[in-house]
């Protein structure tokens, strides 16, 4: 006869049980750090009513009573302080997305250039990340802020690019379409191409885990995404209104605009930290052993084949730990984009506190801020990283 299942320990909850004991233990710490931290915040504000400063937030629904240059949402100089914030931290959002995923693609490619059988384009990777990484990422910010206000020509008279994009001193003007029906169809059926990608791509790697026969993944993703935003446009009645910009005598007038201190903080966020990056995935490629590139070699992989289909998944589990502090990097390094006058949540927070002279809650926001994007970001790569984990039987 089978033996019967040992019944279902207990577990002691009692002084003498060690699980008490750490639970015991977890509570007082805890209890110090609540008292540590209001004994300070108690401090802080008896000292602070003492000298006659005033304190808390009520400031935020007062108007802000300053303009802010370059905003993602409608702002004016009379809407509340809580709005100039939201712009400022729209705008930090703004260059720490795309700076990431710009410093993802060029940091990926100057990794995979450093083993490339070409001397001149391993040589030139290894330049570029000797010489980035090595300037301090403020000097670069002011060098390329520099450079677009006086190495370009003034607004009045930018270098003209087909006559539909103009680059100068006041920045990169673009055309833009006129929004409508046809574009918003347009961007939802972006929208849809980009979910039938992200099946297709998973369909092509279950496919060459069952089969070992790959699949293209790249160019169908392309033609779906582009085929579903075209049908869209289609379907919204195919509209070919833009708005074009065109010289004025002072400024360009009609299109979109990016700043020059949007162009210089985003230049040098991205080609520092991509510096890094370079390295993080050099290093990730150099773990795999060399027997893999043999075996996939022996199989008939060509040199592409085998760094997008053997190394660089393999690769994966060293890289994405050190990739999340490069991205944690360039998102706190943005606050150094006041020193050039972008108007992200740091320079919002000093004209804030020149106003009100309410410091310690405008740097509470700025640390809550970084705080909360740093937390996400970890969030999102440690999911991602327990995802591409490879997973053995």
């Known amino acids: 006869m089978p033996a019967s299942a040992a019944p279902p320990s207990r577990r002691d909850w009692s002084l003498r049980s060690r699980a008490m004991r750490a639970v015991i233990y977890q509570v007082v710490v805890l209890g110090l750090i609540g008292l540590a931290i209001w004994f300070l915040a108690h401090n802080t504000l008896t000292n602070m009513r003492v000298r006659g ?49 710009l410093t993802t693609i060029l940091g990926t490619l100057l990794g995979i250039g450093r083993f490339s059988h070409n001397a001149l384009v391993r040589g030139l990777c290894y330049a570029y990340v000797e010489l980035f990484r090595n300037v301090p990422i403020l000097l670069q910010l002011l060098m390329w802020y520099l450079f677009l206000i006086e190495a370009l020509p003034t607004a009045g008279q930018p270098i003209a690019i087909f006559d539909l994009f103009y680059l100068g001193a006041g920045g990169l003007s673009y055309p833009v379409p006129v929004w409508g029906l046809g574009q918003g169809m347009a961007a939802a059926g972006a929208l849809v191409g980009v979910v039938l990608s992200y099946l297709w791509a998973r369909r092509s790697r279950l496919h060459f885990e069952q089969t070992g026969q790959p699949r293209p993944v790249l160019l169908p993703s392309i033609v779906l995404v582009i085929g579903c935003a075209a049908g869209g446009w289609l379907a919204g009645g195919a509209p070919m209104a833009w708005n074009i910009p065109t010289p004025g005598g002072f400024s360009m007038e009609g299109g979109s605009s990016l700043s020059p201190e949007f162009i210089a903080v985003l230049l040098g966020l991205t080609l520092y930290t991509a510096s890094y990056v370079a390295e993080v995935v050099r290093a990730g490629i150099a773990s795999v052993p060399a027997g893999q590139g043999e075996a996939a070699a022996a199989l008939g992989l060509s040199k592409g084949q085998q760094m997008r289909l053997v190394s660089l998944p393999q690769a994966l589990r060293v890289i994405i730990p050190p990739m999340t502090n490069q991205y944690l990097n360039l998102t706190k390094n943005s606050s150094l984009a006041v020193a050039i006058g972008y108007p992200d ?38 999911w991602y990283n327990k995802r591409s984990a490879i997973k053995e039987r």
């Open 53 to 101: 400063i005033q304190s808390g937030f009520d400031f935020m629904t007062s108007p802000a009573g300053f303009d802010i240059g370059e905003r993602m949402v409608p702002y004016e100089s009379n809407d509340p302080y809580w709005m100039a914030f939201l712009i400022g931290i729209l705008n930090t959002l703004r260059v720490a997305i795309i700076g990431i995923v």
């Open 345 to 382: 949540v740091v320079s919002i927070s000093n004209t804030a506190i020149n106003q009100t002279g309410r410091a310690v809650e405008c740097i509470s926001v700025i640390m809550l801020v970084y705080l909360t994007t740093s937390l996400v970001t970890s969030g999102l790569m440690n």
